[in-house]
């Protein structure tokens, strides 16, 4: 008697392949490939131009060190009066932003009540908008025949710190507010139950704890004013210019690159130091976080028994910050579009198919956000693979020491862009790509330097807006999939893509909103024949005549309509428990 065999499988399946059968080397090569390309674009487009800034402004024409640049800018009295506007303009800024922001924080995070959803949504609006568009608002509102006109603040400190808080309010609403959600209020009860009034329990036992957040939003909102380039830009012209605008009017006007240059490292400078602060602020607030259990709101009562004092100063202070700083802009800047030489009705927005009077622009305004539309797909594009790429690889947790130091240093490269101002950049661009590493080939016409320019702002929002997501995938199930055989190509779309998808759709809006609206680096770069929408505004306030005025308007709310549109679509489809700002 014979018995037949089963003959034996070629090859196993794919079931039964033991953990590590995917070739080592294949999968440090695939690894490599995903980290490696980002580091490229992040060497070209953002290394290299800075340090050709860095050697603009410390080395001379015999290639030697040469502090003679740095010392003249220094010297200058414009210098110091230039740095001192921006550091108080900042201060203030920031300090105003706390002020008004945490009364609403707690109304919005700390009290339940109808139609708070839709009231935490609007609060964010002003933060996407982009600054050319916040700068058009409180001109609107500012300006002598605007609703505010009596107070005389248009083009003063005053005026260009008013639209910095407006722009930055939400900042501290959501950093602020989602750390006090989470926030244990048995503490300030024992408290008021031991005598305590609510302003010492508060004094006393809230705000200390709160105080990781507030230092943390601080630290963003200094930042954020300290290289604010449009809103400044366009409120305060170069009375009240930072160094942000300083840069600006260094290259375009004077044309004096190198005291452009020095001034870009102070710029770095000064916001390295802000990052490092933030930084610290935020592992506190995370440390901080790990230790409190979650707390419900409760209902918002202004009126019987369980009325509190504090929430009447919380909705008072909330309506004010959100009637008078939010809505009055906002809807001034659309009714004041509405108003023609004529008469009311639609003809700023019909005149934007022109190129305005006396042909103010090259281009009209529907080509200009054509062409804005198709530049921010392009850099949405590239700052998306870029982004993602570096998420995917600085979401692993990999044995080895050094592997893991190599993904923590891959991660904080790729946050540096968003620690140097959109105007270095461009800046940067414009000096550098004139030779290229040497080429005899000058880029600086070339129509694809915007998208990437605006690609390097975007990419660091990329990945905060997905790695966030893809370190909370279990391990484990890497693993599991590993150890079923699965090559990394098929536990990227089985593990990681069914988790990161709604991630990734946000950050598409995210890149795409800031690219649409982005004005500091599209400044340098922008060709009069090819420019964008927010350039185009920007040219149509520096024109005379109501035509113009009245195109810049209808134009501003067109751009605001824009990335407040792509954002609604972005915010639906955050993650519950998203990450926030």
Do not use: K
């Amino acid at each position: 008697m014979s018995a037949t065999l089963p003959a034996e499988p070629a090859t196993p399946p794919r079931a039964l392949v033991a953990p590590g059968a995917w070739p080592v080397a294949r999968r440090w090569v695939g690894w490599g490939l995903a980290a490696g390309l980002p580091l490229l674009f992040l060497g070209v487009f953002f290394a290299y131009p800075v340090l050709a800034l860095l050697r603009l402004g410390f080395v001379g024409d015999t290639g030697g060190p040469d502090l003679s640049g740095v010392a003249d800018v220094l010297g200058r009295a414009r210098t110091w009066r230039i740095i001192g506007t921006t550091l108080g303009q900042s201060v203030v800024g920031t300090a105003l932003s706390l002020v008004l922001g945490l009364p609403v924080a707690f109304l919005l995070h700390r009290r339940e009540f109808r139609g708070r959803r839709a009231l935490r949504a609007f609060v964010v609006v002003p933060f996407v908008l982009p600054t050319v568009v916040v700068g058009v608002a409180f001109r609107s509102v500012l300006a002598d025949s605007g609703p505010l006109g009596f107070l005389g603040i248009d083009g003063t400190f005053a005026g260009v710190v008013a639209a910095l808080v407006f722009f930055n309010l939400a900042v501290v609403v959501r950093t602020v507010g989602g750390f006090w959600a989470g926030l244990d209020p048995r503490a300030e009860q024992a408290a008021r139950a031991l005598g305590a009034s609510p302003w010492r329990a508060f004094r006393h036992v809230t705000l200390p704890a709160l105080t990781p957040a507030i230092a943390s939003a601080a630290a963003i909102v200094f930042l954020f004013c300290a290289t604010a380039f449009g809103v400044v830009l366009v409120l305060g012209g170069t009375g009240y210019g930072t160094v942000e605008t300083e840069i600006w009017v260094q290259t375009t006007q004077f044309l004096d690159l190198r005291a452009a240059a020095v001034l870009s490292v102070v710029q770095i400078a000064v916001v390295a130091g802000c990052l490092l602060l933030a930084g610290r602020a935020r592992s506190s607030r995370e440390r901080a976080l790990q230790l409190l259990p979650d707390a419900g709101p409760p209902r918002l009562a202004l009126r019987g028994p369980a009325r509190r004092r504090g929430d009447v100063l919380a909705v008072a202070v909330t309506a004010v910050v959100v009637g008078v700083l939010l809505v009055l802009p906002l809807a001034t800047v659309v009714v004041r579009s509405l108003r023609t030489p004529t008469g009311w009705g639609l003809g700023n927005y019909v005149a934007l198919g022109t190129t305005g009077g006396a042909n103010a622009l090259s281009v009209t305004v529907w080509e200009a956000a054509l062409t804005s539309v198709r530049i921010a797909v392009d850099a949405t594009v590239i700052a998306v693979v870029v982004g993602g790429l570096v998420a995917l690889v600085a979401s692993r947790r990999p044995r080895a020491p050094g592997a893991r130091r190599a993904v923590r240093v891959l991660d904080a490269l790729f946050m540096l862009p968003l620690g140097v101002s959109a105007v270095t950049v461009g800046f940067g661009f414009l000096v550098t790509f004139d030779r290229p590493f040497g080429l005899d080939l000058d880029l600086r016409s070339s129509a694809a330097l915007i998208p990437v320019a605006q690609a390097v702002v975007a990419t660091p929002l990329v990945v905060r807006s997905v790695l966030p997501v893809l370190r909370a995938v279990d391990t484990r199930l890497h693993e599991a999939a590993g150890v079923l055989g699965a090559t990394p190509a098929q536990v990227l779309r089985h593990v990681d893509w069914p988790v990161a998808a709604r991630s990734l759709g946000v950050a598409v809006g995210f890149a795409f909103a800031v690219s649409l609206g982005e004005f500091g680096a599209t400044s340098f770069l922008a060709r009069p024949e090819r420019p964008t929408l927010p350039v185009v505004i920007f040219r149509l306030l520096g024109r005379p005549g109501a035509e113009n005025l009245g195109m810049a308007l209808a134009a501003a709310v067109l751009l605001g309509l824009m990335t407040a549109l792509v954002m609604g679509l972005a915010e639906r489809l955050r993650p519950a428990g998203g990450t926030e700002l």
